[in-house]
């Protein structure tokens, strides 16, 4: 897309020029136990995603990475600091993608999962999603801090070298259905590659909870992205893997009310955000990077 030299302008004067990249974009390489489930998937034709055990056998990413792969194709997941180390599974090639919508503007239900050959993972790796409304309404406030963990690049372009690295950043506001948020900016940001990581929230009590997945961003890493939450796909997840991780009584998945009232999904917007998010939009045309992330859409006037 051509832009003139006024849209330009507008973008540079809404969006700040962010700082010289380091790890994930603005974060740092992790060790930390905590983050001991987060994967690599390293998939055909060398494209590369990231990735989040729930379960033994049981991977959570997103939906486009494994979008348009073949019964044939095979999903290796490596466990551990470094996807090019040693601790490398294949996978049994088993997802569903039937409410992926790629040609959404957002709400594009980015979620699938992948599962394995053999059990991966010590149980503390195992991260249960929010699954319950009050642990919903203190991780989805205005200026929340989550945790993005992947093993994608550090600038958009500059290729992925395997590590695993998390950024804190900030929600700044949900999409008008309340099932994809907006997060990072300023240089802090994910990044191609880092596509099915988790965006993990800590509780009041220290209890870190799997809020989404890292869906899509601008071509410009650094300057926010979309992620995907994970709860509408719990259902489905239980009946396809018999994997269960809904909270006790919900379990038809109906125990989160995604409604923000009148806002039309820009409740969570801080002063100028979305003025910044339109100077994204101006900024960048529509691409979609299978294996890392695409164009960020429009949200909210």
Partial sequence: ????????????????????PVPIVGGQPTTDPEFDGVVALL?????????????PRLVMTAAHCVAELGGNDQIRIA????????SVVSTQWGHDVSRYCPTCQEDRYDVAWVELEQDLGAASSFLRPV??????????????????????????GGGVDGIKRAVSVEITKLSAAGLE????????????????GPALTRLADGTLRLLGLTSRGPETCGVGGIYATVYPQLCTM??????DLT?????????????????????L???????????VVLAIGARHRRASRSAVPSCCP
């Fill in 1 to 20: 897309m051509t832009l003139a030299p006024l849209a330009w302008a507008l973008f540079a004067e809404l969006v700040p020029a962010p700082p010289r």
């Fill in 79 to 86: 466990y551990g600091d470094d996807a090019f180390g040693p």
């Fill in 181 to 196: 948020f907006y997060a990072g900016g300023d240089g802090r940001d994910s990044c191609d590659g880092d596509s099915g």
């Fill in 247 to 267: 909270a006790p009584g919900c379990d038809q998945c109906d125990c989160v009310d995604f409604d923000d009232g009148d806002s039309g999904g820009c409740a």
């Fill in 43 to 55: 998939l055909p034709r060398d494209k590369s995603c990231s990735g989040i055990l729930v379960a």
């Fill in 131 to 156: 699954a319950v409304q009050d642990e919903w309404d203190e991780a989805m406030a205005s200026g929340a801090v989550i945790t993005v963990v992947g093993f994608g690049a550090t600038v958009a």
């Fill in 238 to 243: 239980r009946e396809q893997t018999g994997v």
């Fill in 269 to 279: 917007a801080g002063p100028g955000s979305g003025l910044a998010w339109l100077g």
